[in-house]
């Protein structure tokens, strides 16, 4: 038996992407801790059977004598745990968690990188520094960790390329996996179908759907002038956005934006299967990810996607396969695409059923679960 210690710096990300190789590692006979801040996901995670350590950390601070007391945070709540793994998540617990792991003797420290984030998009004086910066930390903590996994194929060969990791410690699992089984158009026929959209008043509609954080990055703005562009020739299609806004960032899309032009926003919703069940065509027009589950969640319930030519979506869409990859920010590229597949329906079964094989064979929880129960069994 080994104790293992999941580290990240939200419950709602071990809960929502690391709970089934938690459970797995548990089955097998393993002790796992979940350690994280205090949030509204602490109790699901002990009601999944995780003994849950909390600790403090400032997930968007900058000043480094904050940052060392989010390092001291996390060595105090892991130091009497006798953890024989540490695997961390994304960047400040891969960063901080790796120094206060070596500090507090843990013998095995994993890290997983999910992708770079949003200082990688833009080119600006600020993001430049950010970027240097955490490479050069990425760079000390990748040298103390044992190995990491990467959800991607390019965020690896940037690190490679800048000498930031040696090739020898990446592992690729693309994705966290996706419920092939929850995410199933067997469970819709066409009367439940025909139900969910007469509740959303788009009955015998043809339903674009774009589900994502209400922020620029993720191309909302993109989004909404390509359906403004498709309603003018085809008036006849509906389009959702479903996601909310978070004020606390720059980024952010203003609610008065979300309300106007062609687009139905929804804002935050919890029935996400219902909704994607019955769209037609999938649409995620995002600058940067790291391998983004929403696509594999339409690609497993067999939904044609139209997504942007970049880090993480092109991992999830075979171009004129499963769906249409398009330049970023050029609205009028990705309304032409959405266009085509408006137009053709076998076109849109066709790459739907292309999706759907693909995410049974590459995104399937329960292979991804047991390539992370063989990678711990190698380094370990």
Same mark, same amino acid.
């Given at each position: 038996?080994? =104790?293992?210690?999941?580290?990240?710096?939200?419950?709602?990300?071990?809960?929502?992407?690391? =709970?089934? @190789?938690?459970?797995?590692?548990?089955?097998?006979?393993?002790?796992?801790?979940?350690?994280?801040?205090?949030?509204?996901?602490?109790?699901?995670?002990?009601?999944?059977?995780?003994?849950?350590? !909390?600790?403090? @950390?400032?997930?968007?601070?900058?000043?480094?004598?904050?940052?060392?007391?989010?390092?001291?945070?996390?060595?105090?709540?892991?130091?009497?745990?006798?953890?024989? /793994?540490?695997?961390?998540?994304?960047?400040?617990?891969? +960063? %901080?968690? &790796?120094?206060?792991?070596?500090?507090?003797?843990?013998?095995?420290?994993?890290?997983?990188?999910?992708?770079?984030?949003?200082? %990688?998009?833009?080119?600006?004086?600020?993001?430049?520094?950010?970027? &240097?910066?955490?490479? $050069?930390?990425?760079?000390?903590?990748?040298?103390?960790?044992?190995?990491?996994?990467?959800? !991607? *194929?390019?965020?690896?060969? %940037?690190?490679? $390329?800048?000498?930031?990791?040696?090739?020898?410690?990446?592992?690729?699992?693309?994705?966290?996996?996706?419920? =092939? !089984?929850? #995410?199933?158009?067997?469970?819709?026929?066409?009367?439940?179908?025909?139900?969910?959209?007469?509740?959303?008043?788009?009955?015998?509609? @043809?339903?674009?759907?774009?589900?994502?954080?209400?922020?620029?990055?993720?191309?909302?703005?993109?989004?909404?002038?390509?359906?403004?562009?498709?309603? $003018? *020739?085809?008036?006849?299609?509906?389009?959702?956005?479903?996601?909310?806004?978070?004020?606390?960032?720059?980024?952010?899309?203003?609610?008065?934006?979300?309300?106007?032009? *062609? /687009?139905?926003?929804?804002?935050?919703?919890?029935?996400?299967?219902?909704? =994607?069940?019955?769209?037609?065509?999938?649409?995620?027009?995002?600058?940067?990810?790291?391998?983004?589950?929403?696509?594999?969640?339409?690609?497993?319930?067999?939904?044609?996607?139209?997504? &942007?030519?970049? #880090?993480?979506?092109?991992?999830?869409?075979?171009? !004129? +396969?499963?769906?249409?990859?398009?330049? +970023?920010?050029?609205?009028?590229?990705?309304?032409?695409?959405?266009?085509?597949?408006?137009?053709?329906?076998?076109?849109?079964?066709?790459?739907?059923?292309?999706? $759907?094989?693909?995410?049974?064979?590459?995104?399937? /929880?329960?292979?991804? /679960?047991?390539?992370?129960?063989? %990678?711990?069994?190698? +380094?370990?």
């Amino acid at each position: 038996m080994k =104790t293992f210690g999941f580290l990240s710096h939200l419950d709602l990300n071990l809960h929502l992407f690391r =709970t089934p @190789i938690m459970k797995e590692l548990m089955r097998q006979g393993h002790k796992v801790y979940a350690i994280c801040p205090k949030g509204d996901k602490n109790q699901a995670l002990k009601e999944s059977g995780f003994e849950v350590i !909390n600790y403090e @950390i400032d997930r968007k601070g900058l000043n480094p004598f904050r940052e060392k007391k989010s390092i001291d945070n996390i060595y105090k709540a892991i130091k009497d745990l006798k953890l024989d /793994v540490l695997h961390t998540f994304t960047a400040k617990p891969n +960063i %901080y968690g &790796t120094f206060a792991g070596q500090r507090a003797g843990v013998p095995i420290i994993l890290n997983l990188v999910e992708g770079l984030g949003s200082f %990688y998009i833009k080119d600006s004086v600020k993001n430049i520094l950010i970027r &240097t910066l955490m490479e $050069r930390l990425y760079k000390k903590a990748f040298r103390i960790s044992k190995g990491c996994v990467f959800v !991607n *194929s390019d965020d690896p060969a %940037y690190m490679i $390329r800048k000498k930031i990791i040696k090739e020898e410690k990446v592992k690729i699992i693309k994705s966290v996996g996706v419920d =092939t !089984n929850k #995410f199933d158009m067997k469970y819709f026929d066409e009367e439940k179908i025909k139900y969910i959209k007469e509740k959303l008043g788009m009955k015998d509609k @043809i339903i674009v759907l774009m589900v994502a954080r209400a922020i620029w990055d993720k191309g909302v703005r993109e989004y909404y002038e390509a359906c403004d562009i498709v309603k $003018r *020739s085809n008036p006849d299609v509906e389009f959702l956005f479903v996601g909310g806004t978070d004020d606390g960032n720059h980024s952010c899309a203003s609610e008065s934006f979300l309300k106007n032009g *062609s /687009v139905v926003w929804l804002g935050h919703r919890d029935d996400i299967v219902e909704l =994607t069940s019955c769209c037609d065509i999938y649409v995620l027009p995002s600058y940067r990810e790291g391998l983004p589950a929403t696509l594999m969640e339409a690609a497993s319930m067999a939904k044609p996607v139209v997504a &942007t030519n970049t #880090f993480g979506c092109r991992d999830v869409v075979d171009d !004129n +396969i499963n769906g249409f990859l398009v330049p +970023i920010g050029d609205p009028a590229y990705l309304a032409k695409k959405i266009n085509i597949l408006v137009e053709d329906k076998d076109l849109r079964y066709q790459m739907g059923q292309a999706g $759907r094989e693909k995410a049974l064979n590459e995104f399937d /929880v329960n292979k991804v /679960v047991k390539q992370y129960m063989e %990678y711990y069994e190698k +380094i370990i």
